[in-house]
């Protein structure tokens, strides 16, 4: 009667990684549990998730090859577009969102057109836009632009409603720090910047009124739900967001976070599902709505039918 905070699958995403070929399941080495999928793989675990009760996915890419500009991941036969069609035949009520960014499918793995050893803005939105039409078109349910750079959120709304696409939503990567914690995911989508970092456009983790502008500047832009990444070590700034925005909270509770839990869990240092619990528990209690992260599909196998813990 006095529980305060109650987390729903109906809350959690679960990430997933498509990659090319057939019945390929490459394991992951710093995410265990977690895969590199082709397409037919990749509808299967749809299924399975969607069975135990995991009713939404974001999607990220593996290109079977790269380019310049990440043009690659912008074609209609591009991997996810094709993962997209496959898991809405297959699937249909599973909610797709798709992440758009370029760094998995730009040779130097930075999230944007370079010029001058820097990732250049504005040029960077014309590719991005391109990537999110052909997720619309493909069917996606909802874009999530994580790439950062400035403006994305009009270009892309603008862009998306321009080809009829008015009813897809956008959940903007609004406050995402330059982050350590991604480094497992940078070798899970091979998306690792061969040269310099991701500072130039990515938040500074000392600041917190710099996020609550960018949040703000994504909400004027047109975002429906805004996001606060990672979630563990940025817990006061999904709770200053909560109370700041009426709007859709999401909290990526990203690789880094992940797979420390495992680790430790491994070593037998920790209990890993309790910790795993809490740590979901005090992120949605900080006040995210939606939580993105890698332990969705075991947490719904621990609670065996029930929908929430
Ligand atoms: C792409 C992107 C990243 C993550 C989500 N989208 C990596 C990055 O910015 O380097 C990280 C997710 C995770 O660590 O789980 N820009």
């Known amino acids: ?78 991997i996810i577009p094709r993962a997209i069609r496959a898991i809405k035949d297959a699937v249909p009520e599973m909610f797709i969102i798709a992440d758009v960014c370029n760094c998995e499918y730009t040779t130097h793995g930075h999230c944007g057109t370079i010029v001058n050893q820097d990732v250049d803005n504005d040029l960077t939105l014309k590719t991005l836009a391109k990537q999110a039409v052909a997720f619309a078109r493909a069917g996606v349910d ?6 950062m750079m400035d403006g994305r959120v009009v270009y892309i709304r603008e862009s998306l409603d321009e080809e009829g696409f008015t009813q897809v939503p956008i959940m903007a990567y609004s406050a995402k720090y330059a982050s ?20 130039t456009y990515q938040m500074n983790p000392s600041n917190s009124n710099e996020a609550m502008r960018e949040i703000e500047l994504d909400v004027e832009e047109g975002a429906d739900i805004v996001m606060v990444k990672p979630a563990l070590s940025y817990l006061d700034i999904i709770r200053r967001a909560r109370d700041t925005f009426n709007i859709p909270i999401a909290a ?17 240092w920790i209990d890993g599902r309790r910790i795993t619990l809490e ?31």
């Open 1 to 78: 009667m006095v529980n305060e905070t109650t987390v729903s699958l109906d809350n959690l995403v679960m990430p997933l990684f498509a990659c090319p070929g057939e019945k390929v399941k490459n394991p992951i080495g710093s995410m265990p549990g977690n895969y590199q999928l082709s397409v037919d793989m990749l509808v299967e675990e749809c299924r399975e998730l969607y069975g135990l009760g995991i009713k939404s996915v974001l999607l990220f890419g593996i290109p079977e090859e790269k380019d310049e500009h990440g043009l690659v991941g912008a074609d209609d036969n591009a």
């Open 180 to 199: 350590a914690f991604y480094g497992p995911f940078r070798d899970a989508a091979e998306s690792s910047p061969q040269f310099g970092d991701r500072q």
């Open 279 to 309: 740590i979901i528990r005090s992120i949605r209690r900080a006040g995210a709505d939606i939580i993105i992260t890698y332990h969705a599909k075991e947490i719904a196998q621990w609670l065996e039918g029930k929908t929430s813990f």
């Open 252 to 268: 990526y509770n990203v690789s880094g976070e992940f797979s420390m839990v495992k680790a430790a869990a491994q070593n037998g």
């Open 142 to 147: 909802m874009v999530a632009p994580s790439d």
